[in-house]
């Protein structure tokens, strides 16, 4: 089993930051990419940041500028660092990640519970 646990979802004011945090524990032989989605009210969920294992990111383009995700391998961590939040920011943002739970498997994907992101203006 494989657990995603995500951390520092808020309500700031506009033109504010936050900083989320995804931990990924349980049967983990390696992590293929973690990201990070978000679902607005009304809305279907869309990309936002996605890191692979290499290091390459890729960021959606409402957000390249202010948002940074960042990784530590060791700790099977991921975090979205997001500066200048603008109202249309306000979703709930889920962490993904693609898994292998062992050497011989097909890598999974797997979802955290979802944090509340809210941008006041």
């Known amino acids: 089993q494989v657990q995603l646990v995500e951390s520092g979802g808020g309500l700031v004011q506009a033109g504010g930051s936050l900083r989320l945090s995804c931990n990924a524990s349980?049967?983990?032989?390696?992590?293929?990419?973690m990201g990070w989605y978000r679902q607005a009210p009304g809305k279907e969920r869309e990309l936002v940041a996605v890191i692979v294992s290499g290091g390459s990111t890729n960021y959606a383009d409402s957000v390249k500028g202010r948002f940074t995700i960042s990784g530590d391998n060791a700790k099977n961590t991921v975090y979205l660092q997001m500066s200048s939040l603008k109202p249309e920011d306000t979703a709930v943002y889920y962490c993904?990640?693609?898994?292998?739970?062992?050497?011989?498997?097909?890598?999974?994907?797997?979802w955290g519970p979802g944090t509340q992101v809210t941008a006041s203006s």
């Open positions: 993904n990640a693609i898994i292998k739970t062992s050497r011989w498997g097909l890598p999974s994907n797997y």
């Open positions: 349980g049967n983990i032989f390696s992590i293929n990419a």
